[in-house]
C-alpha cells in the first residue's frame, strides 16, 4: 500500500493542476476527499464547480473508475452549529463580511479569515476534522492494504493529520 497526500489551497488554479498531474502520473486505486456526502452535494450544485480541486478530482475519478472516499464527517457542520456559542458564529461571519468589504474597496485579495485567531473555532474546526481524517485515513489503510491511495486535503490540515497518523499507528 502507497499513500500519497497532496496538500491544497482550495480553490487555486495552481491546486487544480497539482490534483490532476497527481491523479495521472500516480494513478491511484483510491481516491480521498476532504469532503462528505453534504458537502459533495453542494459542491455539486455550485456555479464554480470547476474551479474545485476536490471536484476536480471527483469528476477524474468517475471517469477512470478509481474508487472514492469522502472522508469528512457528515455530521460535522450540525455538531458545530450546536457546540458554537452564538458570538463565535457572529464573529467569524463579521470577519468575513469586513474581509469581502475591504476586498471590494481595495480590489485586492485579501488573506482569508484566519481560524487561529479565534482559539475556540480553531479547536472545534480544524482540531476535530483533523482527528476525524486521521481515523479515516487509518481506516483506508486497512480497507485497502495493497492499494495506491490519494489523498487530498487543504494544507491546514497537513500538521494535524501527520501528526494524529503518527501518534495512532
Given at each position: 500500500?502507497?499513500?500519497?497526500?497532496?496538500?491544497?489551497?482550495?480553490?487555486?488554479?495552481?491546486?487544480?493542476?497539482k490534483v490532476?498531474?497527481?491523479?495521472?502520473?500516480?494513478k491511484?486505486?483510491?481516491?480521498?476527499?476532504?469532503?462528505?456526502?453534504y458537502?459533495?452535494?453542494?459542491?455539486?450544485?455550485?456555479?464554480?464547480?470547476?474551479?474545485?480541486?476536490?471536484?476536480?478530482?471527483?469528476?477524474?475519478?468517475?471517469?477512470?473508475?478509481?474508487?472514492?472516499?469522502?472522508?469528512?464527517?457528515?455530521?460535522?457542520?450540525?455538531?458545530?452549529?450546536?457546540?458554537?456559542?452564538?458570538?463565535?458564529?457572529?464573529?467569524?461571519?463579521?470577519?468575513?463580511?469586513?474581509?469581502?468589504?475591504?476586498?471590494?474597496?481595495?480590489?485586492?485579495?485579501?488573506?482569508?479569515?484566519?481560524?487561529?485567531?479565534?482559539?475556540?473555532?480553531?479547536?472545534?474546526?480544524?482540531?476535530?476534522?483533523?482527528?476525524?481524517?486521521?481515523?479515516?485515513?487509518?481506516?483506508?489503510?486497512?480497507?485497502?492494504?495493497?492499494?495506491?491511495?490519494?489523498?487530498?486535503?487543504?494544507k491546514?490540515?497537513?500538521?494535524?493529520?501527520?501528526?494524529?497518523?503518527?501518534?495512532?499507528?
Open positions: 500500500m502507497v499513500l500519497k497526500f497532496i496538500w491544497v489551497k482550495h480553490g487555486e488554479r495552481i491546486s487544480r493542476r490532476l498531474e497527481s491523479l495521472q502520473t500516480f491511484p486505486d483510491v481516491v480521498g476527499l476532504e469532503l462528505s456526502d458537502s459533495l452535494e453542494k459542491l455539486k450544485q455550485y456555479k464554480r464547480r470547476n474551479e474545485s480541486e476536490l471536484f476536480l478530482a471527483y469528476t477524474y475519478a468517475g471517469r477512470k473508475g478509481i474508487t472514492v472516499r469522502l472522508l469528512d464527517d457528515p455530521l460535522f457542520i450540525k455538531q458545530l452549529l450546536d457546540k458554537l456559542s452564538f458570538f463565535s458564529i457572529i464573529l467569524m461571519f463579521t470577519k468575513l463580511c469586513l474581509i469581502n468589504i475591504l476586498r471590494l474597496f481595495t480590489g485586492k485579495r485579501l488573506k482569508k479569515l484566519q481560524i487561529e485567531d479565534n482559539e475556540s473555532l480553531y479547536n472545534e474546526i480544524v482540531k476535530k476534522r483533523d482527528n476525524y481524517f486521521s481515523r479515516e485515513i487509518i481506516n483506508l489503510k486497512k480497507e485497502f492494504p495493497e492499494k495506491k491511495i490519494l489523498l487530498i486535503f487543504g491546514a490540515h497537513k500538521k494535524g493529520i501527520l501528526t494524529n497518523i503518527l501518534n495512532k499507528e
